[in-house]
């Protein structure tokens, strides 16, 4: 029951992530591209008029909703603990990698929206926050790394047999889902994928 209720958690933790997301991505004049931090009178417009709330409520949301990831996460190693204390231990540390540097990570880019708002959108605002950015990008690539480590050992985990879960239930894993959903153009699909896996690990535990 106790795994049941953290898988639960996890699955509201990446919707309440994901509508964290669109706070910051889908903006009054339209959604926000990476691309558009190439050219500041696309991003100065895309920006016009956004309130500053919406990113400090992102972020503050975002690291909650991180938190109730982490216990979903953590859930899947008591479970699997059971069939492999190896697999069990690796995805552990990669969901705290996942966790701490996916929290610095989702907060950064609240504040690197925020401070080009305040700045006036000026082009001089952008060069800056597009620095920051990039210094900052380790907590990315950590974030992710993380999270390949748990979801790929969870996935070979489930394939290899080790688990009471049939081998072809190793499909209910973020790494699949976020792919076919990268494929239809979906916005903000890692959360979705991430909602979708503890969704269908909820129902097949």
Same mark, same amino acid.
């Given at each position: 029951?106790? *795994?049941? %209720?953290?898988?639960?958690?996890?699955?509201?933790?990446?919707?309440?992530?994901?509508?964290?997301?669109?706070?910051?991505?889908?903006?009054? !004049? $339209?959604?926000?591209?990476?691309?558009?931090? /190439?050219?500041?009178?696309?991003?100065?417009?895309?920006?016009? #008029?956004?309130?500053?709330?919406?990113?400090?409520?992102?972020? @503050?949301? $975002?690291?909650?909703?991180?938190?109730?990831?982490?216990?979903?996460?953590?859930?899947?190693?008591?479970?699997?603990? &059971?069939?492999?204390?190896?697999?069990?231990?690796?995805?552990?540390? /990669?969901?705290?990698?996942?966790?701490?540097? #996916?929290?610095? =990570? =989702?907060?950064?880019? +609240?504040?690197?929206?925020? @401070?080009?708002?305040?700045? /006036?959108?000026?082009?001089?605002?952008?060069?800056?926050?597009? &620095?920051?950015?990039?210094?900052?990008?380790?907590?990315? *690539?950590?974030?992710?790394?993380?999270?390949?480590?748990?979801?790929?050992?969870?996935? $070979?985990? %489930?394939?290899?047999? %080790?688990?009471?879960?049939?081998? @072809?239930?190793?499909?209910?894993?973020?790494?699949?889902?976020?792919? @076919?959903?990268?494929?239809?153009?979906? =916005? !903000?699909? /890692?959360?979705?994928? #991430?909602?979708?896996?503890?969704? +269908?690990?909820?129902?097949?535990?």
């Amino acid at each position: 029951m106790l *795994v049941k %209720i953290l898988l639960f958690t996890a699955f509201a933790g990446h919707v309440l992530c994901w509508l964290c997301d669109r706070l910051i991505t889908f903006t009054p !004049n $339209g959604v926000f591209s990476p691309k558009d931090l /190439g050219d500041n009178e696309r991003l100065s417009r895309t920006f016009e #008029g956004f309130p500053l709330k919406r990113a400090e409520l992102s972020m @503050l949301a $975002g690291v909650l909703a991180l938190v109730m990831i982490l216990a979903g996460d953590l859930g899947l190693c008591l479970w699997i603990r &059971e069939s492999s204390p190896a697999c069990a231990k690796i995805m552990a540390a /990669g969901a705290l990698v996942f966790a701490v540097f #996916g929290s610095a =990570h =989702h907060v950064l880019c +609240g504040v690197v929206e925020w @401070l080009y708002v305040r700045m /006036g959108r000026t082009d001089e605002a952008r060069t800056a926050v597009l &620095e920051m950015f990039k210094r900052t990008a380790l907590t990315m *690539v950590a974030c992710y790394v993380g999270l390949l480590v748990f979801a790929g050992t969870l996935f $070979g985990a %489930i394939v290899s047999g %080790i688990t009471p879960l049939p081998r @072809l239930c190793c499909l209910i894993n973020t790494i699949p889902f976020f792919v @076919l959903l990268t494929l239809c153009r979906v =916005h !903000n699909a /890692g959360n979705l994928a #991430g909602a979708a896996m503890f969704l +269908g690990l909820l129902i097949a535990i």
